[in-house]
């Protein structure tokens, strides 16, 4: 009751302070930000698991901080709209964007945490748009049909750069009512409006503009209506909301189906094959919006018809029947729901990419499953080469061959903005290394230089790019790479590769020769290079005849110290990749992803360029990419590794760190009782759970799978400090199951494979 009456307090004060404002109600498009929650919420954090909720009935936002389940605190700030919906919050960058019905836009706010202001707004693209769903920088919005907008269902996709802009990017028409949506990195699922149904969107992001139709459609045997949709890859788990007849307030239910993949391939799902919640107890009416929360094994629902809008929450694994839920709080109009939590799906890294025919450069998220992610900003350079990002200054580096100098664009990965331009010491520059504060440009020879290839070096400091020294050199120059103090330089019109040591704590000279020369046997022409010192890989590539779209080539060299110490690679000591399934014609450039292991190139002859992405390690012989997408002029290309890349391992233990499962650690310090460790992750065969007690007592295992079903269980006898007891699970299928122990308040998951 004590929870409830503080939960209810905080709504009501928050509410007060907002209506009484002193010049009374403020219009949508002049109203200030002024969160409460700074006065109320003192241990408010920025690690904090949130929830946000849009509400069509009145002009706020609801925000629940749900680290403690037992005691949810919420907040509120007003909204631009008095009519909103589909709602997603960008904890990287603190920024909130809503569907405003009102006016038919998507509004972002910064600052979140401190004082959110409306800080962008897009076009008019949306009419009658009922929910967002975001992945990377691009956002989906769903249009469904009214007289307003000419009965036409409609996805829109904007490009978003946090707190700055919401741009429009492309729109598909669709033959089917939309209404919820969920995106993922390679696909759309869509909920059918006034259906059973879910349309799935294969390949989504990469689609062009126009007419676009499901490549698949899944009915849910029972459902009456869809309106909210989720789906969480990991788990393999779908959850739906079914709002029954819309005039009612009390027929609604949440539909919850695991392994979706294997259930929902035959284009139906059984009432066999999910879980069911309704009736008088789920105070479920009209649901239209879902979230999960599987940190805390919980799923938040936007209910609107019942008591006029609520915010309900239910505890994982569902049974079927009718369930109370664990959290019910009233929040009028409410009308979508997001979850953000603070280890939430961040790509693991990205790549970018140069044009010598267009002034944009390609930004590229990598994510876990390896899946791509694409977006562009605005170059300086009609014709650019060389690019290279630092993460730690969020600064993006690229050659301006237009110019002749160096740009540097600031605050990339939120507002890129041209902070610093290098003097103009080179002409016709190809390539740039980096190595700590010293950027080298590598200039190939050309009349408009009198034939002299040069190495020119830059000095980095905030705001500036300084020139240094050069050094003239007899070989013609193009791709480079830095290797500590080490470089590594292509030698173009031919198979070699110079090395210059210590080249970037030499002293000033005027001319300079390489240390080393390795030969590549069987390349005809080098271009792009890139070289990993931990795995000792080096990549190159061959555009073999320049005048020829279809002749290019990829070459690994494994142990390249090794190889190279006699001067020459053989045909044995190296991986070469080419054919016309290749796609490679001219490949200019290349970059190495160890995190997923991957390695891309910048095709530039190819239907006028393409980035292209292959598995490695590469195999001899004619291989497809298993990423293509047109760039236009593509020129360079660098990778860069996020700071949440997990640890590159070798190649004995890499296999086994592929699957990753993150088994929740819990405690319970009034029983003394801890779930210290749950492995292997993930499970095949045997699964391992330790436990740690701080006295001797007897204590009872449960596993449970997603629907709730007991699958095995064992009491054990437990002595004071580490007890280990194991589960044979090698005959259970592949998904996401839960471990209980009486006593403990969260719940362990652990995913098995199907292996």
């Not at 200030?32 to 003192?42: D, N, P, Q, R, V």
């Not at 008591?307 to 929450?313: A, S």
């Not at 019910?328 to 729901?337: E, W």
């Not at 520059?429 to 020119?456: H, M, T």
Request: charged share 20%; hydrophobic share 45%; with cysteine.
């Amino acid at each position: 009751m004590r929870t409830a009456l503080a939960t209810l307090f905080l709504f009501t004060l928050t509410f007060c302070l907002y209506a009484t404002s002193p010049n009374g109600p403020i219009p949508n498009e002049e109203r200030e930000y002024h969160s409460t929650k700074a006065s109320i919420l003192e241990d408010w954090t920025a690690a904090a698991p949130l929830l946000f909720v849009s509400s069509n009935t009145q002009p706020m936002i609801g925000m629940f901080d749900v680290s403690d389940v037992d005691n949810i605190m919420m907040s509120t700030f007003p909204s631009a709209a008095d009519d909103a919906d589909g709602i997603y919050y960008d904890r990287t960058n603190d920024v909130l964007f809503q569907l405003n019905r009102t006016k038919n836009v998507i509004n972002s706010y910064s600052n979140v945490y401190d004082v959110p202001m409306l800080s962008a707004k897009s076009t008019s693209g949306v009419r009658n748009g009922r929910e967002i769903s975001v992945v990377g920088d691009k956002l989906v919005a769903a249009q469904d049909a009214s007289r307003s907008n000419g009965m036409r269902n409609k996805l829109v996709v904007y490009n978003i750069f946090p707190s700055t802009a919401v741009s429009f990017h492309k729109s598909f028409l669709v033959n089917i009512n939309l209404w919820g949506i969920h995106a993922t990195p390679n696909m759309l699922f869509a909920v059918v409006d006034n259906s059973n149904m879910i349309a799935v969107f294969d390949d989504f992001f990469n689609r062009k503009p126009g007419l676009l139709n499901p490549d698949m459609t899944v009915e849910i045997e029972g459902l009456v209506r869809t309106h909210g949709i989720t789906y969480d890859a990991e788990m393999d788990l779908m959850l739906l909301t079914d709002i029954g007849s819309a005039a009612s307030a009390t027929d609604g239910a949440l539909v919850m189906i695991s392994n979706w993949s294997t259930a929902s391939a035959d284009g139906m799902v059984t009432m066999e094959e999910q879980v069911r919640i309704w009736g008088d107890a789920s105070e479920l009416g009209n649901p239209v919006d879902i979230a999960l929360d599987k940190a805390r094994n919980r799923v938040y629902v936007a209910e609107r018809a019942n008591g006029g809008g609520k915010v309900l929450g239910f505890e994982m694994p569902f049974t079927t029947g009718s369930i109370e839920p664990v959290y019910s709080q009233p929040f009028a109009g409410a009308s979508a729901i997001t979850f953000s939590d603070s280890d939430e799906m961040q790509p693991t890294g990205q790549f970018f990419v140069s044009s010598n025919t267009q002034a944009m450069i390609g930004i590229y998220d990598v994510w876990e499953d390896a899946m791509i992610t694409s977006g562009s900003i605005s170059s300086m350079a009609m014709d650019a080469d060389g690019i290279y990002y630092d993460r730690a200054n969020d600064m993006l580096f690229q050659l301006n061959r237009s110019e002749h100098v160096v740009n540097a664009y600031s605050n990339v990965s939120t507002s890129p903005t041209l902070m610093a331009t290098s003097t103009s010491d080179f002409t016709n520059g190809r390539e740039i290394a980096v190595s700590g504060d010293k950027l080298v440009v590598a200039q190939d020879a050309s009349d408009g230089n009198g034939q002299q290839n040069r190495l020119v070096v830059y000095t980095l400091a905030p705001g500036s790019i300084s020139f240094e020294m050069a050094y003239d050199v007899d070989i013609n120059l193009w791709g480079m790479v830095a290797n500590g103090n080490d470089l590594f330089a292509i030698v173009d019109n031919s198979n070699m590769v110079a090395v210059f040591e210590d080249f970037f704590i030499l002293p000033m000279g005027s001319s300079m020769a390489p240390d080393a020369m390795v030969a590549v046997e069987n390349l005809v022409r080098t271009h792009g290079i890139d070289y990993d010192a931990e795995s000792d890989i080096m990549l190159l590539t061959d555009v073999g005849d320049a005048a020829s779209a279809t002749d290019g080539a990829l070459v690994m060299v494994e142990n390249w110290m090794m190889a190279s110490a006699d001067g020459m690679i053989s045909m044995d000591e190296q991986t070469r990749l080419s054919g016309g399934s290749s796609q490679l014609g001219n490949p200019v450039d290349v970059a190495i992803d160890l995190v997923n292991h991957r390695a891309y190139v910048a095709e530039r002859a190819n239907e006028g360029g393409k980035v292209l992405a292959f598995e490695l390690p590469l195999g001899s012989g004619d291989m497809a990419p298993v990423y293509s997408e047109l760039f236009a002029g593509a020129s360079a290309v660098y990778f860069s590794e996020t700071d949440l890349m997990p640890e590159v391992m070798g190649p004995e233990t890499m296999s086994e760190n592929l699957l990753v499962a993150d088994a929740a650690l819990n405690v319970d310090a009034k029983v003394n009782l801890a779930v210290s460790n749950v492995y292997p992750v993930p499970a095949i065969d045997q699964l391992y759970i330790r436990l740690a007690s701080h006295v001797e007592q007897e204590a009872t295992i449960g596993i449970y799978n997603v629907a709730g079903n007991l699958l095995i269980q064992k009491r054990i006898r437990l002595e004071a400090g580490e007890n280990q007891t194991a589960f044979d699970v090698s005959g259970w299928p592949g998904g996401v199951y839960f471990i209980r122990v009486p006593g403990l308040e969260v719940t362990t998951r652990f995913v098995k494979t199907g292996k």
